[in-house]
């Protein structure tokens, strides 16, 4: 690859691996992020997905996605993805997708919430009141 580069442009260097995991990386995350911040913060109603599953490693991975229009086109990011501690209860179901939804400013806006059908999430959905779809 610093072939290819090189051949197309002497005077370009590659940044390294810090740069790109400590300074560039998080600069477009921050980037996008504020631009889904933009947007969530001019749409009236949106629906969350939300997913659990194991890792190889036995940990909890939860991803909650939100699904919403913007100037007529559907858009769902991904808005995190989380490793969940301890007990995958509806307790603990519900708590952390509340600090999602609190970190977005999102939770008054939500119309539902679409799970598979596991009672852990119906529980969640009604810890959260927000409706349930499964």
Excluded: W
């Amino acid at each position: 690859m610093k072939k290819f580069i090189h051949a197309l442009d002497s005077r370009y260097e590659l940044p390294d691996k810090n740069t790109l995991k400590c300074t560039l990386i998080p600069k477009v995350y921050e980037n996008l992020k504020n631009k889904l911040e933009e947007a969530l913060a001019i749409t009236s109603y949106l629906n969350i997905t939300t997913d659990m599953c194991t890792s190889n490693a036995n940990k909890g991975i939860q991803a909650l996605t939100c699904h919403f229009i913007n100037d007529g086109i559907l858009l769902s990011p991904l808005l995190k993805v989380t490793k969940v501690e301890g007990h995958h209860n509806s307790e603990t179901m519900a708590h952390v997708i509340n600090n999602i939804l609190e970190e977005y400013n999102i939770h008054d806006k939500i119309v539902t919430i679409v799970t598979d059908n596991a009672s852990v999430m119906k529980e969640t959905a009604d810890m959260l009141k927000i409706r349930h779809s499964p």
